[in-house]
């Protein structure tokens, strides 16, 4: 069977392939990006899909608009609004999962040989997705305050990208955050240069401490004429449910159209069902309580895998402890003799009934193999420490 040239650039996902030997009885798993499902509101979620029903059963299970359903588009927008996001309903679309609108990004704007800015490391499923697409990725480089905006600016420069895409907020797989005068020099430099700018925040509502510096989507009302060269892209999977397949992508108005009309050729429309359940939680109040319960817990599990690293791992690993979100970056450092390389070590990991993910696939170009990441959001505080345990006797 002859498949299309555009597979030739892109491979199965490293993450996905680890999974398969995740079923392995005893095993304890850093690897993946998931939420910890104990902590899904299902009460809630019970309510909002009966109320979906009983209130509005000929919407929840017909055919709906591809933009979305509009209570739907209605509390999102209201939902964006706490953050410092002022949106109409009409300004935003309904995706399913904020990976559609990565797709959809893709589809509407590369064309094969494009050039697209993303970090170094940056999401793996976006570096496939844009590679579908033709495009050819540039990285630049970041440090625990983010994408370090001087080696960006140089980039756009040089490259001059059809657009730059950023995680700014506890960024998977980096875990860092871009600080606020950055944020700031990244409107600048898209003015400056008329470059876009798409924002994937996923996880900006999983802070432990304190809030993380408003989004770059908020902050355009400060720069002028920065609105229009940024585009936003939002999920409740990280702090809802994945299953519901929720997100929703904000842009200029040029660009919504032909991500509708691509989406269209997608999936006619992200679930009615799953959408009228969505908008039935926001507006029943439950969310705030939510969060808290997350961040919570998921404060103290970072904490807790922090301490373990230092105790079990010592001077053969470095790392920044996160603020928030799911994940751990670290580096090994081949102190003592110990092992440098991220993959050798999965290895020996595994071995010892642990895993976690090797941080090359993360890399568009250039792949640092001394880097590796850790998710502590599906352990408990036990588990971590068992689990880094074993990693400390992996070495």
Same mark, same amino acid.
């Given at each position: 069977?002859?498949?299309?040239?555009?597979?030739?650039?892109?491979?199965?996902?490293?993450?996905?392939?680890?999974?398969?030997?995740? !079923?392995?009885?005893?095993?304890?798993?850093?690897?993946?990006?998931?939420?910890?499902?104990?902590?899904?509101?299902?009460?809630?979620?019970?309510? $909002?899909? $009966?109320?979906?029903?009983?209130?509005?059963?000929?919407?929840?299970?017909? @055919?709906?608009?591809?933009?979305?359903?509009?209570?739907?588009?209605?509390?999102?927008?209201?939902?964006?609004?706490?953050?410092?996001?002022?949106?109409?309903?009409?300004?935003?679309?309904?995706?399913?999962?904020?990976?559609?609108?990565?797709?959809?990004?893709?589809?509407?704007?590369?064309?094969?040989?494009?050039?697209?800015?993303?970090?170094?490391?940056?999401?793996?499923?976006?570096?496939?997705?844009?590679?579908? @697409?033709?495009?050819?990725?540039?990285?630049?480089?970041?440090?625990?305050?983010?994408?370090?905006?001087?080696?960006?600016?140089?980039?756009?420069?040089?490259?001059?990208?059809?657009?730059?895409?950023?995680?700014?907020?506890?960024?998977?797989?980096? !875990?860092?955050?871009?600080?606020?005068?950055?944020?700031?020099?990244?409107?600048?430099?898209?003015?400056?240069?008329?470059?876009?700018?798409?924002?994937?925040?996923? @996880?900006? %509502?999983?802070?432990? %401490?304190?809030?993380?510096?408003?989004?770059?989507?908020?902050?355009?009302? %400060?720069?002028? /004429?920065?609105?229009?060269?940024?585009?936003?892209? /939002?999920?409740?999977?990280?702090?809802?449910?994945?299953?519901?397949?929720?997100?929703?992508?904000?842009?200029?108005?040029?660009?919504?159209?032909?991500?509708?009309?691509?989406?269209?050729?997608?999936?006619?429309?992200?679930?009615?069902?799953?959408?009228?359940?969505?908008?039935?939680?926001?507006?029943?109040?439950?969310?705030?309580?939510?969060?808290?319960?997350?961040?919570?817990?998921?404060?103290?599990?970072?904490? $807790?895998?922090?301490?373990?690293?230092?105790?079990?791992?010592?001077?053969?690993?470095?790392?920044?402890?996160?603020?928030?979100?799911?994940?751990?970056?670290?580096?090994?450092?081949?102190?003592?003799?110990?092992?440098? %390389?991220?993959?050798?070590?999965?290895?020996?990991?595994?071995?010892?009934?642990?895993?976690?993910?090797?941080?090359?696939?993360?890399?568009?170009?250039?792949?640092?193999?001394?880097?590796?990441?850790?998710?502590?959001?599906?352990?408990?505080?036990?588990?971590?420490?068992?689990?880094?345990?074993?990693?400390?006797?992996?070495?």
């Amino acid at each position: 069977m002859q498949f299309a040239s555009r597979l030739d650039n892109v491979e199965t996902s490293a993450i996905r392939e680890l999974f398969k030997l995740l !079923g392995t009885p005893g095993i304890i798993s850093f690897a993946g990006g998931f939420p910890d499902s104990a902590m899904f509101d299902v009460e809630g979620l019970k309510e $909002a899909s $009966a109320k979906a029903l009983s209130e509005e059963a000929g919407g929840a299970l017909q @055919y709906g608009a591809t933009e979305g359903y509009e209570p739907l588009r209605a509390q999102l927008s209201a939902f964006m609004k706490t953050k410092g996001v002022d949106v109409d309903p009409t300004g935003l679309i309904v995706t399913t999962g904020s990976q559609q609108a990565l797709d959809l990004l893709g589809k509407t704007l590369i064309s094969p040989g494009d050039k697209v800015i993303v970090e170094g490391p940056t999401f793996l499923a976006t570096i496939q997705c844009f590679r579908l @697409y033709g495009a050819q990725l540039i990285s630049a480089p970041i440090d625990a305050s983010g994408v370090r905006t001087d080696e960006l600016e140089k980039l756009i420069a040089e490259h001059k990208p059809k657009f730059v895409y950023l995680i700014p907020t506890f960024g998977n797989p980096s !875990g860092a955050m871009l600080s606020l005068e950055r944020r700031k020099k990244v409107l600048e430099m898209a003015v400056k240069h008329q470059t876009l700018i798409v924002e994937d925040d996923p @996880y900006g %509502d999983l802070y432990f %401490d304190k809030a993380p510096p408003p989004s770059i989507m908020s902050l355009t009302k %400060d720069v002028p /004429g920065s609105r229009e060269l940024v585009a936003h892209c /939002g999920s409740l999977s990280k702090v809802l449910s994945p299953g519901l397949r929720i997100g929703w992508l904000i842009g200029p108005a040029e660009l919504l159209a032909k991500a509708t009309m691509c989406k269209q050729f997608s999936d006619a429309h992200t679930s009615t069902f799953a959408q009228a359940t969505a908008a039935q939680y926001l507006k029943s109040g439950r969310m705030p309580a939510t969060l808290a319960n997350v961040r919570k817990v998921y404060a103290e599990r970072a904490q $807790a895998m922090g301490a373990a690293l230092q105790k079990e791992l010592g001077d053969a690993i470095t790392f920044t402890q996160p603020g928030g979100g799911l994940f751990f970056w670290a580096r090994l450092t081949g102190a003592n003799g110990k092992v440098a %390389d991220a993959n050798v070590f999965a290895k020996r990991a595994i071995e010892k009934l642990v895993a976690f993910v090797p941080g090359a696939p993360f890399f568009a170009e250039k792949p640092d193999l001394a880097t590796l990441r850790l998710s502590f959001a599906t352990a408990n505080v036990e588990k971590i420490q068992e689990g880094i345990a074993r990693l400390g006797a992996a070495l």
